[in-house]
């Protein structure tokens, strides 16, 4: 079975594949004599990693750190400096891709930051932005305003807010859902009235998905792009 990582700015996953299946990893206590490699991605604290990296050394299991190129099969990285890319975001495209081919995408990863991403029909990564997550939208202003607080048990909604907490809360989720739907715009072609496939991932993805008709929640989708990460490039 496989080890696969993705450490993000707020938490390190990891999970076993075993099967075409993922199974939980406790990070701590892992079945190294059943583990045949390791796949890994970082855009957090890569100290995180120390640990588990020297385990797999001592035994004997190869690791392999997923890295964003300019093309991968027929995608395509819209960024000239492909190293400054988000590795989280290449692989959550790299998934949609192989997940829904030949199908327009917009891939929205919602954790410490909100990543959207564009992706053409044919595989060509038409660019992205990077929001403040939800919370890190919401803290930032009550952090640095004397008035504005949460009260920690208001939910976020798209209704108007009628007090501080839900104007606050409802304002970080509604400025999210104007950027996604913002990106749309970016892919419509009255001509060929092309399907255009929403995928969500992340803490906040679910919550997201929901506010978009016939989009899907995938909580696999970067662990499901390590993987086929691997499949691509170990061949080449
Ligand atoms: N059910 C949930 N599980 C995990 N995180 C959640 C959940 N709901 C909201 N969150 C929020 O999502 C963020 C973590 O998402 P995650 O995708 O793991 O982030 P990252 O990849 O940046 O480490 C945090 O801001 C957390 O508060
Ligand atoms: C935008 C991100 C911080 C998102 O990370 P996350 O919220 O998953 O922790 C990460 O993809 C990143 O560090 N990107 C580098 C900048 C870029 O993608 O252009
Ligand atoms: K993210």
């Known amino acids: 079975m496989r080890l696969l990582i993705d450490v993000g700015n707020t938490s390190l996953k990891a999970v076993l594949w075993h099967n075409e299946q993922a199974q939980p990893a406790d990070i701590n206590d892992l079945p190294w004599l059943q583990i045949t490699e390791v796949i890994y991605a970082c855009v957090g604290r890569s100290d995180l990693l120390n640990d588990v990296l020297a385990q797999a050394a001592s035994n004997n299991i190869i690791c392999f750190e997923a890295k964003v190129t300019r093309t991968l099969g027929d995608l395509v990285c819209a960024y000239d400096h492909v190293a400054n890319l988000g590795i989280d975001r290449w692989l959550a495209l790299i998934a949609g891709f192989t997940l829904y081919p030949n199908t327009a995408c917009i891939v929205v990863d919602a954790g410490t930051a909100t990543t959207i991403d564009v992706l053409s029909s044919e ?30 048990k208001t939910p976020f909604t798209n209704e108007l807010g009628k007090d501080t907490p839900n104007g606050l809360k409802n304002g970080a989720l509604v400025a999210t859902i104007g950027a996604i739907d913002q ?7 009255k001509k060929t009235e092309q399907k255009v496939q929403m995928i969500f991932a992340g803490g906040y993805g679910l919550l997201l998905q929901q506010q978009f008709e016939g989009s899907i929640f995938d909580s696999l989708l970067v662990m499901k792009g390590l993987n086929y990460w691997y499949e691509l490039t170990e061949t080449v």
């Open 123 to 152: 595989g060509v990564h038409l660019g992205g932005w990077i929001l403040p997550g939800l919370d890190l939208m919401t803290s930032s202003l009550t952090q640095n305003t004397q008035r504005v607080f949460d009260d920690g």
């Open 183 to 189: 990106a749309k715009l970016h892919l419509t072609d």
